[in-house]
């Protein structure tokens, strides 16, 4: 008697069947999701319900403000960490006042480096340094297992896992088994066994910008990744069109 044969689900219908099995405990993480979206935003002794508030106060400030008037300190410091290219150095023996650029009155930086100006609205619009930051380790865990996938290519026949037809190595992709871990999965589980994203130590390379993981992450990522993804090749057209 023959096995029956195998049916093939698209990614739609692997998603819809994990959202069933899951769903309670996906309710409760969007439910906690939007709680920590309706948050308000602190800035000094100061809460305000909406980034337009924000905005309104800090634009009023600088209107009734003189150039050359000094800051509060506390206020400032708490706007100014919300910038998406925040760095601590900036606020060594630092203060604020406000200045004038091109005419323009402006919030101004003093510190050990010089002064510069920065916009607050940029502070106080952009998402959370923590998003920036899960960008980059994402992006630096994809470029520290290029060594392995092009491993994977080069040990493997050029047959395609969906359909176990041959195919040009050019016609194929080499993919994480969506029915098993996702490469985003597979992140997640080693991220939280290593502190948090927000524990894990970045590099920018000058020269290409590409950020890279600090040792010791660097060598624990690639040895998890290394045991832990179940790799395939699949042609690229199936790729592409979402089945797995």
């Known amino acids: 008697m023959s096995m029956p044969e195998k049916v093939r689900k698209s990614r739609k219908q692997v998603q819809k069947d994990y959202y069933e099995k899951h769903k309670e405990k996906l309710r409760k993480s969007a439910k906690a999701s939007y709680v920590q979206k309706k948050q308000p935003i602190v800035i000094g002794s100061m809460e305000f319900r909406l980034k337009k508030e924000c905005t309104a106060y800090f634009k009023d400030l600088l209107r009734r403000s003189e150039v050359g008037d000094e800051l509060d300190h506390a206020e400032m410091v708490d706007l100014i960490r919300r910038h ?7 606020l060594e023996d630092c203060s604020f006042v406000i200045g004038r650029t091109l005419g323009c ?10 002064s510069f100006p920065f916009s607050y609205h940029k502070c106080i619009m952009s998402a959370p340094r923590d998003k920036y930051h899960r960008k980059n380790v994402q992006a630096a865990a994809r470029y520290a297992i290029i060594g392995q996938i ?3 290519r080069r040990d493997n026949p050029c047959l395609c896992a969906i359909t176990g037809e041959a195919a040009e190595p050019a016609n194929l992709h080499v993919d994480h088994d969506f029915s098993k871990k996702t490469f985003q999965a597979l992140l997640d589980q080693w991220a939280a066994a290593n502190g948090g994203y927000e524990a894990i130590k970045l590099t920018q390379d000058p020269g290409t910008e590409l950020f890279v993981m600090d040792d010791p992450y660097y060598e624990s990522w690639c040895e998890f990744h290394l045991k832990e993804a179940a790799l395939r090749m699949i042609k690229k057209e199936i790729n592409l069109a979402g089945h797995i």
């Not at 998406?84 to 900036?90: A, G, H, I, K, T």
């Not at 009155?105 to 010089?114: L, M």
């Open 84 to 90: 998406p290219d925040f760095v601590p150095e900036w």
């Open 105 to 114: 009155k402006n919030f101004r930086i003093i510190n050990n480096s010089g």
């Open 150 to 152: 092009k491993k994977f």
